[in-house]
């Protein structure tokens, strides 16, 4: 079996004869029953092989699918003009760099469809691309935005956050202005800023980050790997000595455990699980692969330690109607995959939220640990009669923890 890791392009995957777990019936539903849509998952968890499945869907390559279940659905395979925008890959600190981007990717579209010399603002290009290109085509176009929110998360807390966010605003406000040309849109990110700031130039997408329906959209569910990956399963335990039941217990307790939604659908995290069959062996494959430096900030920032965060109940509000800041950070927390939901109380309307399973604890502490030590090194000796401060007497209870 050969594992995809690494790998976001739908295209070179499918051709590369890489094992697929089959999510297209829920594009399908996505596609057919909406126009413009948000969603929110945890990094490295299959966003940009979504927006990749997506611009494979929408660009008319029934190739691609064949045996699977979207082939079988779809009855009328069109070709549309698809804008795909993606921001990884480039470091949001650098002066000018959002600017630069939207010009290169606007510019790339621009030879296709042609520019508009009178109107020079990033949006009004955008805009011009859209309704022409569905003029060209006799087709509504397809936009797809691949972690939207980079640009402000890499600039987090600093003077430059501001003008990257109305940057962003003025440029998604074509949405509203171009609906006519729109046949869907979907973004992508880590966290939501909320309509108050990104969202506000247009009409607001439909958010199914917390959507039962869409629950398994992202990552593996119980259901799918120990039915896709069964032949996986039995090599990882014949390698470490387990029996195949032991296996199947330690990823549920290395990986398994984020919930997106009340209905606490168990979904593993997909890099982790792919990297523990490759090597054979139980890492913090997600935690070893870069600890943002917001996530940084937001710990410097919460009045709590992490474990007065957890085990805690939430109002749902909180994660209803939210917006990424350092001084709320708790949503951003949660949306980051760092905590997840571990119950919901109907009546109360309540979360409880906690560590998804034994990697993210023991990597989120070590993270903590690192910060702590940073932060330590940065402050002047205490006197010796001087009182320990709040944050370093929660710390230090912390790391004790």
Not at 151 to 177: C, G, H, W
Not at 204 to 213: H, K
Not at 228 to 250: D, H, P, Q, W
Request: proline content about 4%; aromatic content about 14%; glycine content about 6%.
């Amino acid at each position: 079996m050969k594992y995809p890791i690494g790998t976001q392009s739908f295209e070179n995957l499918r051709k590369g004869g890489f094992v697929y777990v089959d999510k297209t019936d829920l594009i399908y539903k996505m596609v057919d029953e909406g126009r413009v849509y948000f969603l929110c998952r945890p990094r490295r968890f299959g966003k940009s092989l979504l927006v990749s499945t997506l611009k494979a869907y929408f660009e008319g390559r029934k190739d691609l699918f064949e045996g699977l279940a979207i082939n079988e659905l779809e009855k009328e395979w069109g070709t549309y003009p698809v804008f795909h925008f993606d921001f990884n890959g480039q470091n949001f600190t650098n002066e000018n760099e959002l600017e630069n981007t939207l010009n290169a990717q606007l510019g790339r579209y621009e030879k296709i469809y042609g520019s508009d010399p009178i109107n020079k603002t990033l949006g009004d290009r955008f805009k011009f691309l859209l309704e022409t290109a569905s003029q060209l085509t006799n087709r509504q176009s397809v936009v797809l935005v691949d972690e939207y929110d980079k640009p402000m998360l890499d600039v987090l807390d600093t003077p430059q956050e501001d003008k990257n966010r109305n940057i962003l605003k003025a440029f998604y406000s074509t949405f509203k202005s171009a609906d006519d040309s729109l046949r869907f849109v979907l973004l992508t990110g880590v966290t939501k800023f909320s309509q108050v700031s990104v969202f506000s130039g247009f009409n607001q997408p439909v958010d199914i980050s917390m959507n039962p329906a869409f629950d398994a959209l992202c990552g593996i569910t119980e259901e799918e790997l120990f039915s896709v990956f069964a032949e996986s399963i039995r090599a990882m335990a014949n390698a470490l000595g387990y029996t195949v039941e032991e296996t199947k217990c330690e990823l549920k307790r290395m990986y398994d455990g984020y919930h997106f939604s009340k209905r606490m659908l168990d979904v593993y995290n997909p890099f982790s699980v792919l990297n523990a069959f490759y090597c054979l062996e139980f890492g913090e494959f997600w935690f070893a692969s870069g600890t943002p430096t917001y996530l940084v900030k937001l710990l410097n920032h919460t009045k709590e330690n992490i474990n007065e965060l957890t085990s805690k109940n939430y109002d749902a509000s909180m994660f209803a109607d939210y917006k990424a800041d350092v001084e709320q950070p708790l949503p951003m927390i949660y949306q980051s995959g760092y905590l997840t939901i571990k119950d919901y109380n109907h009546i109360t309307r309540r979360y409880r939220l906690d560590f998804p399973n034994n990697e993210v604890r023991k990597g989120f502490l070590s993270a903590i640990a690192r910060s702590s030590a940073s932060y330590f090194r940065q402050q002047p000796a205490p006197s010796a009669i001087g009182k320990k401060s709040n944050y370093t007497q929660k710390t230090r209870k912390n790391n004790n923890r």
